[in-house]
């Protein structure tokens, strides 16, 4: 069913699961390194594998960093909490159970705030919780690259064990028809705070951040939830959006012919930007969870709290209230910056010295067009904010203007080196030589009599003409504005 008539019709609930791995140096109960990409099973140990008689040690610092998780995010810290195994067999798991946390998470009760459309969107958080990474199956052969159609399946337990933060939000309700965008604004705004503290890389395609994304849709008019539907492991910012957008009109077009919603895991697919069927949540599964026997509870000490507490960094919708100051900018501007992901970069521009509004210019006009039309996130592109400070320094130093400024961020994203050697390659340089320029000048009059007479007799309107005739013999790298005025010299004319 078309997205706004499936809002006329159902009102839709969010809830969003996120994970975030850790950046600690080793894993979560040992000692192993947790550096992405090693050689498969290179980073495993008894503790990681579960062999009979290795004991799991809590890792300080990945506590130390839930908590300053929870904090940011406006939690109360568990005066005492226990870690809780979750049992439930599957072959990247070696100890048959998940070292996780139940009832007793380390963090509860808090919120996000997020802007939508210059509007303040409160998602209440239900809890923050720590717990072990799984190992990563690799299915063989099967066109899907699922277990099922598979030949055969290896596994590797290198990501095994390295700590996990779980955050979970309440339901999110009364978000309407902005609901997909709700849900991106969140898991971009969570990104920022977990970037801000420094916890993790927080980079969704390798799957150090991982979004499910629940949904479930109630008849306007009504107070009673639907059956809610989870889309697992969403692996980009855009992704999230179009899933949450795709579960809408999926369910509405079910539920209006009379259909019932099947409680499930679903997949989302980048290339169609919908969803499919995953496994059924029907009959609920018993994870039997119990305290876990082999560590000690978690008791934060409330001196200590308060100190990582004072030590918080500027949060980032702080800090894009502070830059919104210092730059000038208004909120839809600054809204969109975020939405694009580009304040950093632009911070970083600035930085390097370029003024706020052409190093916003550039990110959010050309440069975003193009990471637009390459289908990536603009931090993907092979440009720096040092190299756009440097165009920029070249525009108002009056070396470039900004049609050249413009095939220098061409050759830079090419690969044709930095902002000097492709205006030196592709000799781009503004035509500030001004014999070279009273020639190409001389012959335009030449080309233009017609219009050469009208200004001559007056028509001072008509000067414009000449004025392109002349950036189009110097292929736009002559400067306009010294170009008219000597021709308006050499026509004997002042204004
Ligand atoms: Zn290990």
New binding site residues.
């Given amino acids: 069913m078309p997205y706004d008539e499936a809002l006329g019709r159902f009102e839709p609930v969010l809830g969003l699961e996120t994970h975030i791995e850790l950046g600690t140096a080793s894993?979560m109960?040992?000692?192993?390194p947790t550096t992405f990409g090693a050689p498969p099973n290179t980073?495993?140990?008894?503790?990681?594998?579960a062999l009979p008689g290795s004991l799991p040690v809590a890792n300080a610092t990945a506590i130390e960093s839930t908590i300053r998780i929870g904090l940011a995010l406006n939690c109360s810290i568990a005066e005492w909490c226990r870690f809780a195994r979750k049992n439930y067999f599957y072959p990247d798991m070696p100890k048959n159970y998940q070292i996780s946390q139940y009832d007793e998470p380390l963090c509860f009760d808090g919120y996000l705030d997020v802007e939508v459309n210059g509007e303040i969107v409160r998602v209440e958080i239900e809890r923050v919780h720590l717990e072990e990474d799984t190992g990563k199956s690799t299915h063989v052969g099967g066109s899907t690259g699922r277990i099922h159609g598979a030949d055969y399946s290896i596994v590797d337990y290198n990501r095994a064990?390295i700590p996990l933060v779980e955050i979970v939000t309440k339901p999110i309700t009364g978000t309407d028809r902005l609901a997909p965008e709700v849900a991106r604004a969140y898991a971009t705004e969570l990104r920022e705070v977990m970037r801000a503290l420094g916890v993790s890389d927080v980079r969704m395609e390798e799957g150090s951040m991982r979004c499910d994304v629940n949904v479930s849709l109630m008849p306007r008019g009504s107070s009673e939830w639907g059956t809610r539907t989870e889309t697992k492991n969403v692996n980009s910012l855009r992704s999230v959006e179009r899933a949450v957008r795709s579960e809408i009109e999926r369910q509405a077009g079910i539920l209006a012919e009379g259909g019932r919603i099947i409680q499930e895991t679903r997949h989302f697919h980048e290339d169609t930007g919908t969803t499919t069927s995953g496994r059924s949540k029907e009959e609920a599964q018993d994870y039997r969870y119990f305290p876990e026997p082999d560590l000690v509870p978690i008791a934060p000490d409330r001196a200590w709290v308060a100190e990582l507490k004072a030590a918080l960094p500027e949060l980032p919708r702080v800090k894009r209230k502070r830059l919104q100051q210092e730059w000038g900018v208004s909120d839809l501007d600054m809204e969109a910056m975020h939405n694009a992901d580009a304040i950093d970069l632009v911070e970083a521009t600035v930085s390097a010295g370029a003024p706020p509004a052409d190093a916003r210019k550039w990110w959010m006009g050309e440069l975003a067009r193009r990471a637009n039309e390459a289908g990536v996130p603009l931090s993907a592109l092979a440009i720096t904010p040092d190299q756009i400070a440097r165009v920029c320094a070249m525009v108002a130093g009056g070396a470039l203007n900004d049609k050249l400024a413009r095939q220098v961020l061409e050759g830079v994203l090419n690969g044709e080196g930095s902002p000097d050697e492709v205006v030196a390659a592709r000799g781009l340089q503004i035509v500030n030589d001004e014999g070279e320029l009273s020639a190409i000048i001389d012959q335009v009059l030449a080309d233009n009599a017609d219009a050469a007479d009208k200004v001559r007799s007056g028509k001072i309107a008509a000067v414009g003409a000449l004025v392109g005739g002349v950036m189009k013999a110097s292929r736009g790298k002559a400067d306009a504005g010294r170009a008219r005025e000597l021709i308006l010299d050499k026509l004997g004319v002042s204004e």
């Fill in positions: 894993k109960f040992c000692g192993c980073h495993a140990c008894p503790v990681c594998l064990g």
